[in-house]
């Protein structure tokens, strides 16, 4: 069994009885379910035991090492608390946890956001996780981040679907997540009424992030719920000519054979984004019949995997480990901090999200990266599933989590074995209607 030394980090404090070292059944008639569980399991404890402890958010980061250089390690992040959410629901599933504990779970959470920094109804990318108050993502990032909290929103109106049964509580829990839902002023977020959503606002800078989100990326579950809100709604016209850049979006480029669908940057000419563009959305979206006049979204996300998996088997850099059962590049941590990965941006570091993510797309291309990682390379295996980063070519890696990148793994393996997620997120009424306010059908 090969593994990797640790370079750079010090106190490691690893809880080598959680790898999968010593329970992977090699009988591979059912090894493949016993790693589908095994990682679920793992990565959903990220958020369950790893949580911040007085608000039940996600934390941004999880360090075994304990070094903490970023940010405090109560910061805890709108978006991957939004994932988060959806991760416990496939715990509760599973029976990894008690439904009537993520219930308890949910309604602190909730109680924690209503409270929490909100600049006209958006949060902020990070949250003192002890105080409620914004922490800034950079100098001029302390207001309200729409992205993030789109993705969070995803998430919290998935657990109310969940929870449509009779008890007090839990019709507590979705009427305290409806009021949440419509306090987004995402209309307010146009800038005064222009054709496109701003990422960001603050109180302090204004408008001056001034990122208008526009082309493909990883935002398209943010049109689709402000289209949806029942309260402060966006026009179609915001999508079209703004997201959609009145059909620029479209692309009739292929890239290793594969139709890209749609152009994936707005200021940039690689061809493909980093492979967590086809998974932040999608958590909730189902892209399997999902389509508008611009895109079909299953051949647009299921192609995208498939790009990253021929261009690690192509390896066109020649670096190490790069083959079939060792693929995708996406943003995560990286050789020299954080970094952006995806083909034309490829320093030869493998972030395991990206195609554990990506089981709906590429089940088999999936399951030898699972396999190879849990059944060869233990040592990148750690308390909350595979660590964020590593690089064969450089003998590197550090014992760390990010939440965004660990959220994903267990909600898209579920959806690929039993389409939950997606299940619930889609009977949502108010997401129905801004699906078909926009023009899609699914």
């Known amino acids: ?76 992040t709108t978006g991957g608390s939004g994932f988060g959410l959806m991760a416990i629901l496939v715990g509760v599933e599973r029976g990894f946890i008690a439904r009537e504990d993520a219930l308890l779970r949910f309604g602190k959470i909730v109680d924690f956001l209503d409270k929490a920094d909100r600049f006209h109804g958006a949060w902020p990318h990070w949250i003192n996780g002890e105080t409620g108050k914004v922490y800034p993502f950079s100098e001029k990032d302390n207001g309200g981040d729409l992205v993030e909290t789109a993705f969070l929103i995803q998430g919290l109106l998935t657990v109310s679907e969940y929870f449509d049964g009779d008890t007090q509580e839990e019709k507590e829990l979705v009427s305290k997540i409806d009021a949440l839902y419509k306090s987004v002023e995402w209309d307010w977020y146009t800038k005064g009424g222009e054709d496109v959503l701003y990422w960001h606002w603050s109180p302090e800078y204004g408008w001056d992030m001034n990122m208008p989100v526009q082309g493909y990326n990883e935002c398209l579950i943010m049109y689709v719920l402000a289209a949806a809100s029942p309260t402060h709604p966006i026009s179609k016209s915001v999508y079209e000519q703004g997201w959609a850049k009145n059909g620029g979006i479209v692309s009739s480029k292929t890239y290793y054979n594969e139709d890209l669908v749609l152009n994936y940057f707005y200021n940039d000419q690689d061809l493909v984004g980093p492979l967590f563009w086809a998974h932040y959305s999608y958590l909730g979206l189902d892209p399997r019949n999902l389509s508008d006049q611009y895109a079909n979204y299953w051949t647009l996300t299921q192609n995208q995997a498939k790009i990253h998996y021929k261009y690690a088997v192509d390896n066109p850099l020649n670096y190490k480990g790069y083959g079939d059962s060792l693929w995708g590049l996406t943003s995560s941590y990286s050789i020299n901090g954080y970094n952006g990965h995806r083909p034309g941006n490829d320093v030869g570091v493998i972030s395991p999200t990206a195609a554990l993510s990506s089981f709906p797309y590429t089940p088999n291309e999936s399951m030898n990266v699972l396999e190879n990682i849990y059944k060869n390379h233990d040592s990148l295996v750690g308390k909350y599933g595979p660590y964020d980063a590593f690089s064969f070519e450089d003998n590197w890696y550090k014992p760390r989590y990010l939440a965004i990148d660990q959220g994903p793994i267990p909600v898209m393996i579920e959806n690929y074995r039993t389409g939950l997620l997606w299940r619930l997120f889609m009977k949502n009424n108010d997401v129905q209607k801004g699906l078909e306010v926009l023009g899609f059908t699914y």
Request: glycine share 4%; with cysteine; proline share 3%.
């Open 1 to 76: 069994m090969l593994s990797i030394s640790l370079l750079g980090c010090n106190n490691q404090k690893e809880d080598k009885d959680v790898t999968i070292e010593d329970t992977v059944v090699e009988d591979d008639v059912v090894s493949e379910d016993v790693l589908l569980d095994r990682i679920q399991e793992q990565t959903i404890d990220y958020f369950w035991d790893g949580a911040e402890p007085n608000s039940g958010l996600a934390r941004e980061r999880i360090h075994m090492d304990d070094v903490y250089l970023e940010s405090p390690k109560n910061t805890v």
